[in-house]
């Protein structure tokens, strides 16, 4: 753990965490709503959006494009809830519909479009540069405390630390009436809660999470860390505090282990070159989902199992 | 240049996709109705994501072997044996654990999609590996595409449709109500099995036209632009196989025309635009005939009620309502009422007194169900039964 780790490892783990979690947070909800796919969606149609973005602006910088991202989401979450009321079609298809033209739409653009000479291709888009994100002007574990060195962070870290606070704050403030839509509508409608402004702002919330966190790591993880970590964690407990922090905890595992894995991994095992971070950190998900499905204690439906009578 | 590409004319290789593309959209589109019908589309998007990491393992495999790593038989052999992997995680999830199948589905796609990039990053770390091009599977590409290629993805297309032909009524049975399928004697889960299995060919088959990502839209977008057209299954599956074809067809012809119009986004878009259509225009289920009916069923109500308040007297101020009788002779410009105008008033008033008294009688319960205000009642009882229900309505006399 010496300089080094701090130079090229420290910045991107801790990035990966922040994507990890801000993602995993709403993706509780979104799980227990029946709506994970949500994240697959949004996911995929950021493309089109910060390729519009860049098309308009002539740059690749961070804002513009992540704007754009945000208003293809809500683009594509309209055109969702427009198909699936009009043609009166499952949600399942609708989305499907949606964000597989939106995504050949921005392929389309990329290619259309001279991004030679920028970093722009939809490799960027699916795995992230999580790697590059290295923090130069450290010079060991004193530059914590150094002003002039904390200036130097990649941008993304604060902003995505940024993010991850608002979409726990965002979580604690609406904890209740969140909580309450998810598992009972009907009930929640009834006490005057505006049901459908919750479910849009979790969308939204979602949105501003996977855009957020594409930025920095693609959107690959981003798709993982919705589903993953709240999926193993729903087979660890029937409480939904008690499922938020399981999912918490597996998605810091997993973006810590499958950062060191892929950086390290393959130098313990004698190759030169590391792998995709964020392949492994999606990989490592998928293993503890797999180990929670075997052995999780509250793994079995309610109910599929002869309970003790 | 279009015209050339769309009749064929572009060279020997570049019509070989184009027929190849348009059997895999057939097909595709068939086979893709019948996930749509069952409620079950995405779980193609796990099917198709999950073949990435057999790509790369195939790759491994073969370069290991000493072989070609980039033969394409040996790539689907690889691709489909993940595929096949994946959809047993997803139903061992849906089955045995607690989630439901949409949190299955993303957890694989994106699960074995991480692993696939891990694996092509080894790849490419690979002495060998460095121009393997296997990114093309992402998205697809027709650029330097083998005849021996061209030939797999049409067979197989071919096969598909076949196959799809063949089950076609037991999948039909399957995708819409299960217990019955299994009471009639089915085994459903070969069945879906099956389903499952040809839809896992159309992904491997796909992967090099249009690429992993965007394989899933050629088996959801065409089902569901042909659910628009009709009611009826064997259609549905007729129709999608059509708009896949044409898909498929224009979508590689457009592209072959110029360099930077890759193949499967074009395809997607073509698809795209048919659903589009199919949305706005298409009878009965479609927009622009859902528009036509409300604005079609509003005249009928501002109609009716300026006819009864003609026929009661009352002046009519609200302005569709006068339009509406305008524009149908039944008022003067001034407001005053034609002589047709009067004649159907006064229809529409005894109509009104009848269905008031039809309403009050018990004798009557059963047509007094269908009163919605606006059908006459001529249309519901026999001319008996109206002189019968006449007779009541005249004014009783003082004995």
Redesign the interface.
Known sequence: MGEEFVVLSLAPIVIGICAAVACAIPGNFLLLRRQALIGDAISHVVLPGIVVAFLLTGVVSAWPMMLGAGAAALVAVGLIEAIRRLGKIEPGAAMGVVFTAMFAGGVLLLEQSDTSSVHLDVEHALYGNLESLIWLDAVGWSSLWDIEALRGLPPELPRMALTLAFVSVLTWVCWRPLKLSTFDEGFARTMGLPVGAIGLALVVVAAIAAVAAFDAVGSIIVIAMFICPPAAARMMTNGLEAQVAWSVLFAVISAVLGYVLAGYGPLWLGFDDAVSAAGMIATVSGVILALAAMFGPCRHRSGARAEPS | MIWDALTLQLGYNATLVTVGAALLGMAAGATGSFL?LG????V??AISHATLPGVALAFVAMVALGGDGRALPGLLAGSALSAAAGLLCVS??TN?????E??????V??????????L???I??MSSGRQAGL?SF??GSTAGMLWQDAMVIAIGGAVVLALVALLRRPMTMVAFDREFAAGAGMNVPRIELAMMGLALAITVVGLKIVGL??I??LL??P??AA??WTDRVGHVVILAGLVGGVAGYCGTALSATAP???T???I??VS?AL?ALS?VAAPN?G?LA?VLRHRRFQARVHVRQGLLALAQGQPIYEGLTLRLMRRRGLIRPDGVATDQGQAQAAAALRDERRWQALRSDPAHEEAAASYDGLTPLDDILTPDQLTALDEGLRPKEVP
């Open positions: 749509f409620k079950r589309a995405l193609s998007d061992a999830l045995r654990t607690r989630l439901s949409d949190a299955a589905i993303g957890a796609l994106s699960v074995f999609f991480g692993f696939g990039i891990v092509l990053t080894v490419q770390s990114e992402l998205l990502i965007l899933v839209a959801i977008i089902a569901v659910r628009f930077a119009l890759p499967g986004p074009i997607v878009l795209f659903f949305l289920r927009v859902a």
